[in-house]
């Protein structure tokens, strides 16, 4: 009996060892490995080039791998980050940038002055900053291999700010070889020289994006702020893992098989912060704005008076309550320029923040000779922000005797019908709804939705030539004062005019796991000085 | 038999260049254009145009599809319009998780779903088979993300037993590949295990009441041999024909499950392209299904001439 229960011990440990062998032991070899940081992204990163698309995930992927010359501050303010020391002329007329010594490509290449000229002349092709930048150059040149020149054509106060736009398209900084690559074409290499290396052979689109820590990096001394400050890779490895299901990503949160979360969806938020492990914060204080876009093409928005008509309709805190729930996370805001960025002003903003008045929209409409057509409102069902929105507008158009007709669509279909300039019985439109983050609305300049220079403008092609003078105006303006002014000033036309409707301001918050520490505070989300503990 | 199968193949090549055009028409018809996705909220009309001209958007329908097709032929199905990646190199990339979380699944649903059905036929008429039954329609009724959800919130959040999502590649060994495949194969298990389970019941009931079953319960013969030396075999054509169906809309519809537990397959691919209209990958990925399906048709056939030998080609 004790021969046969050692007979049957053995085979069951031998049975084991073979089965630990073909299989390979769990947990082997896990511990004091690389420090792996596993992000899930708010978007699959589809394309590497940041220059070639405006997505936000491409974004974050451009800041990962490279670098810029200069960074925005919590401030606002353009701070050195790749150049060293920098001059202007006494007529403003010419500045003079020296690189930081010491700087690498992902290839062990020196960064190059011609590197970075090459870099900005394709940015420029794509970027509308960019394309400002460039109407005001006279010439860019590499001095030498560690400074270059910009000289311009006329004093353009936002030199600066351009090389540190922090939103898409940033200026990210490219090895000449690759930054000579048309700009309406992508690139395929992605070799920078920021904080991180991007490992291709890993990438699975549509699943993983894995990034190492570039060992040959050399931060700047400041502390990090928004895009400035230094770059500090505190952790070896970061794996970007995009998961879809927004329920499976927050089990996986919770389970601790990821560290971070960076767009949980709202009605997620308050399990993920009873999670004792789990911090969800704020990391984008200023978050994003809302957007109602009439098309100024087809009737009734085409008439002022019926846009005038939602400025009594709409009622801010109703939006912001289906897009963002808890009012923590919202604020009514109705300047055009995003609410805590410098052209952040009231002016003009009277009828939008006053009482609500449906009789006097139901009047303005009919003054607008509304007789009853239908009114067209696309959405994309695929995108909540949109949708709730879109729920809402209709609702009230309804409200005051609007035949409203909501299009679904998803988000592909929708940004392409919005493209459409038709009349509504051949696929036009006659408002969509979207949403847009602080940095992209901060200024004329950057604020697409209230330009209005006809049919060049953004959908919807607004035409009216008093916006556009005071943009121009904004543009030439010699310092921060007299742009405030103006910005002000083209407020209270475009609510007259009425390009569009902000319907509040919003964050999207993030979560964690308790063992980071570092996350910086700003409207793009940078891995750099997170630590894992 | 190799006559026919020769034949089969041949009829493949009118299929799939039907299919082909089918696709290429249904995408160059639907609305969304890449170049729009692309050009992003900044782009002028003259930046669309000239990304249009870039991707050869801008070409006639028969230009477009002559050099799609002819690039097909020669094995290239195209770059992706987003990722710049061959999209061979993408399906090729999605094939290993999605035919693993098919196989698996498959092993799973006939190791529970035939013998529930022999049983539920043998025992017809008890709580067993009433309970096999009510599981069936349990199975049919939960959708695949439902069940996955459930599946997640017990077996990984609670008992912290497996992993909520993610593939790891088989390559990395057994032990770490299972782990992952365990949820989604269980979750996208119930309903085809529901289906096979109800067709072999259905099929072994018409098998049970034949004449010759009656002759070999009353030679002696065990219950056991009976019903899998004699039903089973008998009754597995129509079993086979459902397990050969449900592997192919398998390989197709594992869309969900894959969504759920963030399985990089080959459902999701077809998703994410048709939400971007990346054109390139959604016609490489249907071609790629179409001939699965024709494949796993030609399967079934051969398969049929081995479990009834009155079947010959």
Redesign the interface.
């Known amino acids: 009996m004790i021969d046969l229960a050692r007979s049957m011990s053995r085979t069951v440990g031998a049975l084991a060892f073979v089965g630990a062998l073909?299989?390979?032991?769990?947990g082997a070899g896990a511990e004091s490995g690389p420090k792996v940081l596993k992000f899930i992204p708010q978007a699959?990163l589809?394309?590497?080039d940041p220059i070639?698309?405006?997505?936000y995930i491409t974004r974050n992927h451009g800041y990962m791998v490279y670098d810029t010359l200069f960074a925005l501050d919590a401030n606002f303010v353009p701070q050195p980050q790749m150049v060293d020391s920098y001059t202007v002329s006494p007529d403003k007329l010419k500045y003079s940038f020296t690189l930081r010594p010491g700087q690498k490509w992902h290839d062990g290449a020196p960064v190059r002055a011609a590197d970075c000229v090459a870099s900005l002349k394709r940015w420029e092709k794509?970027?509308?900053q960019g394309q400002k930048l460039a109407e005001f150059t006279a010439s860019m040149d590499a001095v030498d291999d560690k400074s270059f020149t910009i000289t311009l054509k006329e004093p353009f106060a936002l030199v600066l700010d351009s090389l540190a736009k922090l939103s898409?398209?940033v200026p990210f900084m490219m090895p000449e070889r690759i930054a000579n690559t048309d700009a309406?074409?992508?690139i395929?290499d992605a070799t920078g020289s920021g904080p991180f290396k991007f490992v291709k052979e890993e990438w699975?689109?549509?699943?993983?994006a894995v990034y190492v820590k570039n060992t040959d990096y050399v931060p700047r001394k400041e502390p990090p702020s928004y895009a400035a400050g230094g770059k500090i890779a505190k952790v070896d490895r970061v794996e970007w893992?995009?998961?879809?299901?927004a329920?499976?990503?927050s089990?996986?949160l919770?389970?601790g098989?990821v560290d971070y979360y960076e767009q949980p969806p709202v009605d997620l938020l308050p399990v993920l912060a009873k999670n004792k492990d789990i911090v969800v914060a704020n990391i984008d204080p200023k978050g994003s704005q809302g957007v109602l876009r009439f098309n100024f093409l087809n009737p009734p928005f085409n008439n002022v008076k019926a846009r005038e008509a939602l400025l009594y309709l709409v009622d801010q805190t109703d939006y912001l309550r289906a897009i963002a729930g808890d009012p923590k996370n919202w604020q009514a805001c109705a300047s055009m320029f995003a609410c805590g960025t410098p052209m952040a002003t009231d002016a003009g903003t009277e009828i939008l923040k006053g009482k609500r008045d449906p009789a006097k929209a139901k009047a303005l409409l009919k003054e607008a000779g509304y007789n009853g057509e239908k009114v067209v409102i696309l959405s994309a069902t695929?995108q909540p922000i949109v949708n709730n929105q879109v729920l809402i507008t209709a609702e009230l158009l309804r409200q005051v005797g609007v035949d409203v007709d909501i299009q679904a669509?998803?988000?592909?279909?929708m940004?392409?019908?919005r493209?459409s300039k038709e009349p509504l019985d051949k696929g036009g439109w006659n408002i969509f709804h979207t949403w847009?983050v602080a940095p992209d609305t901060a200024t004329p300049l950057l604020n697409?939705a209230i330009r209005a220079n006809g049919?060049?403008a953004?959908f919807g092609w607004p035409d009216d030539p008093a916006i556009e003078k005071l943009r121009d105006a904004w543009v030439r303006a010699p310092d921060l004062e007299v742009q405030k002014k103006i910005a002000a000033d083209l407020q209270v036309e475009a609510y007259k005019f009425i390009p569009y409707i902000p319907t509040g301001q919003f964050i999207l918050p993030s979560a964690y796991r308790k063992n980071l520490d570092g996350v910086i505070i700003a409207p793009v989300t940078f891995l750099w000085n997170i630590e894992k503990k | 038999m190799f006559a026919y199968l020769l034949r089969r193949l041949l009829a493949t090549i009118p299929v799939m260049l039907v299919v082909a055009l089918f696709v290429f028409s249904l995408l160059y018809l639907s609305p969304g254009d890449p170049a729009v996705v692309i050009g992003g909220d900044t782009a002028t009309a003259e930046d669309i145009a000239r990304i249009r001209e870039k991707l050869g958007l801008d070409q006639p329908f028969t230009v477009q599809f002559g050099t799609w097709l002819w690039n097909v032929v020669r094995g290239d199905l195209g770059i992706s319009i987003f990722t710049n990646l061959p999209v061979s190199r993408l399906i090729l990339q999605r094939i290993e998780p999605t035919l693993a979380l098919t196989v698996c699944t498959m092993v799973l649903t006939i190791v529970v779903a035939v013998p529930m059905g022999v049983l539920a036929a043998w025992k017809v008429g008890t709580w067993i088979d009433r309970l096999v039954m009510a599981f069936a329609v349990l199975g049919f009724s939960f959708p695949v993300f439902v069940t996955g959800y459930l599946l997640i919130f017990g077996l990984s959040i609670w008992a912290d037993l497996l992993p909520v999502q993610g593939y790891v590649s088989i390559s990395n060994g057994l032990w770490a590949f299972l782990p992952n495949m365990v949820l989604p194969s269980l979750a996208l298990g119930m309903v085809y295990t529901a289906l096979i389970a109800r067709i072999t019941r259905a099929s072994m009931l018409e098998v049970l009441s034949q004449d010759y079953i009656r002759t070999a319960h009353s030679k002696g013969l065990s219950s056991g041999k009976v019903l899998l030396g004699h039903a089973l075999k008998n009754a597995s054509v129509p079993i086979v024909t459902t397990i050969g169906i449900g592997l192919a809309l398998l390989i197709s519809g594992v869309v969900v499950t894959e969504s759920v537990f963030a399985i990089p397959g080959l459902g999701r691919l077809t998703v994410d392209a048709i939400l971007r209209r990346d054109y390139p990958i959604i016609q490489g990925v249907i071609l790629v299904f179409s001939a699965a399906y024709v494949m796993v048709n030609l399967l079934i056939d051969v398969c049929y001439t081995f479990l009834d030998p009155r079947i010959r080609y």
Do not use: M
């Not at chain 1, 070639?52 to 997505?55: G, K, L, S």
């Not at chain 1, 893992?241 to 299901?245: A, E, G, H, I, K």
């Open positions: 073909v299989l390979g032991a769990p699959d589809r394309s590497l070639w698309t405006t997505a794509r970027d509308p898409s398209n309406f074409q992508q395929t699975v689109p549509g699943n993983k893992l995009y998961v879809p299901d329920s499976t990503a089990a996986a919770s389970a098989e695929d669509n998803d988000w592909g279909t940004i392409t019908r493209a847009v697409n049919a060049n953004w």
